[in-house]
């Protein structure tokens, strides 16, 4: 699967990516889409804003989910249209939101009373209309990590929903927004589809209410966070969108109404290899340590969030033996640790290992820290070193 005769010259670590496996995902959804024309999907530039990942997401006719000013400019740039780009977060700047305004962008996701007047206000000035829609906290454990569970009443996402009768009822008074919908977004990496059967069962109970308060919302957007397979990236290297989208299929939505998705892990991660080479392998008291040149700037999960990404020795042969290492990295924190206790083929210095399924909030995440050089990026197409 790796074309590890062309790794030879490029400087390690870099990000290799299988552009046909991401074809072959962008397939997937687009064949599930098919069927249901009202659901549309915003591709979240957080997990992976790569120009070449991000112009092959954009061909085909995908919108942008962002959480930046930068994020807006990159969708735009990538030539995703601005009536497909909508902008979330909760600390949206004065400044990021009159780029959304001046770029005429489908959508504000709003998290707050004082966001909301402020995008009122910016919006008076600049003598447009915002399209909005508000962001409800739901309160559904999503039973991910902690770090990236969203949707409960602990976290500092959305509006909770004991106020979002308050928040409907100020922007009807607002003369310069327009409600658009609502959006829910309840975790990331969710391997258990039950959340999102609880978030469906919401989404009809709140339609239904505001429907006989007179209010109608022209979208309901549900956020992201179908989860991948890090144990086994080539045994499922697709997730199941069908059975996602399948979940949402309870919703009952109105004439005209539409169903928008942000995906981003699901999209990118399985395409993308964390690729680096061993410097040192030493020997510990009790442990053997594969000392990479790869660290916590170029791949923070596992230091961030206990993570596990699967390792191969790319180098060994087929029937090297196996041992068990300690593969950690070159910056000076016990966190920069790939991994404990991993089982590879026998590693040697100048081997080259990849780290699986990092496409998503891998390379995006890199960071500068001891002054290391960001990894640079590696296509499976011809001529695409960069
Ligand atoms: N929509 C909203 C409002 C979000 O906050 C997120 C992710 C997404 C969509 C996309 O979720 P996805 O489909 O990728 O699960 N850095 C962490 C993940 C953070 C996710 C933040 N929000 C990680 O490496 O696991």
């Given at each position: ?281 030493k ?5 053997k340590f594969a000392i ?34 300690d593969?950690v ?58």
């Amino acid at each position: 699967m790796f074309p590890i005769e062309d790794f030879s010259g490029v400087k390690t670590p870099f990000y290799y990516y299988d552009m046909k496996l991401l074809g072959e995902t962008l397939a997937a959804i687009k064949k599930s889409l098919a069927s249901r024309p009202s659901y549309k999907v915003h591709y979240a530039l957080k997990a992976n804003a790569n120009g070449a990942i991000l112009d092959e997401i954009a061909g085909v006719g995908f919108g942008a989910d962002c959480v930046s000013g930068g994020e807006v400019r990159a969708a735009l740039d990538a030539g995703i249209p601005a009536e497909k780009v909508v902008f979330a977060g909760v600390g949206k700047t004065d400044d990021e939101i009159r780029l959304g305004l001046e770029n005429g962008i489908a959508c504000f996701n709003v998290e707050s009373i004082p966001e909301l007047e402020v995008i009122n206000e910016l919006a008076c000035e600049m003598g447009k209309k915002a399209p909005v829609a508000f962001r409800v906290n739901p309160n559904i454990d999503a039973h991910t990590h902690k770090y990236i569970t969203t949707g409960t009443s602990e976290n500092k996402f959305g509006i909770p929903m004991t106020q979002i009768g308050e928040v409907i009822s100020l922007a009807q008074t607002l003369g310069n927004v327009e409600i658009k919908g609502l959006h829910f977004h309840i975790g990331s990496q969710l391997t258990d589809m039950t959340p999102y059967a609880m978030l469906a069962e919401t989404v009809n109970r709140m339609l239904d209410e505001w429907e006989a308060k007179g209010v109608t919302f022209p979208t309901i957007n549900v956020g992201g966070g179908l989860g991948i397979d890090y144990n086994d990236p080539d045994g499922n290297p697709i997730p199941d969108f069908e059975g996602y989208f399948k979940m949402f299929d309870a919703i009952k939505l109105r004439d005209g109404q539409e169903l928008h998705f942000e995906l981003g892990r699901s999209v990118v991660a399985q395409c993308g290899s964390l690729i680096t080479r061993v410097i040192y392998v030493k020997q510990g008291v009790n442990r053997k340590f594969a000392i990479v040149d790869a660290g916590f700037t170029d791949l923070i999960r596992p230091a961030l969030y206990q993570a596990h990404h699967n390792i191969e020795n790319l180098t060994a042969e087929n029937d090297a033996p196996v041992d068990v290492y300690d593969v950690v990295g070159p910056i000076c924190e016990s966190t920069d640790c790939f991994a404990r206790d991993e089982k590879l083929a026998e590693v040697k210095r100048g081997d080259l290992l990849a780290l699986r399924s990092a496409g998503a909030y891998g390379q995006i995440m890199a960071s500068q820290y001891n002054l290391r050089e960001l990894p640079a990026s590696f296509y499976d197409l011809p001529g695409e070193k960069n």
